[in-house]
């Protein structure tokens, strides 16, 4: 039977990270992140990867809780909170020059997951 898994490797660590607060969770989540990749067969734990996929939820969640102070931001009047809130593009471009390791169609399904969970939850 042919594998249908899509999950990356970045992918599969922003998921976990993304629900990552505190300190005490650091060794939570790469416990989790290890089976993750095991599981998927994704490759081997790297620390320095993982960390740096750390800094960049760090910057996602700082910069969506700024919310209409964002430079990501679009002045749009809606009742509800929406993807579109932010400019999903511009965001994934410019992050894409400080995670250039990260291949960019990752990083913009990584932005859009971030703002879904940063903003529309």
Known sequence: MKS??????DYAC???LAYEYGDN????????IKAKLKYHKLGAYD????????E?????SSEIHLYN???YYSSANKEFTDMEDFDQFKMTQD?????SAIDKKELDSIVA?????FHCR
Request: aromatic fraction near 6%; glycine fraction near 0%; avoid cysteine.
């Open 4 to 9: 249908t898994n899509t999950e990356t490797y």
């Open 25 to 32: 969770k650091i060794k939570d989540s790469e416990k989790k």
């Open 47 to 54: 620390e320095a990867r993982v960390n740096k996929i750390r």
């Open 69 to 71: 102070k964002s430079k």
């Open 56 to 60: 960049l939820k760090e910057e996602l």
């Open 113 to 117: 997951m971030a703002i879904h969970l």
């Open 14 to 16: 922003f998921i976990i």
């Open 95 to 99: 992050l894409s020059l400080k995670y």
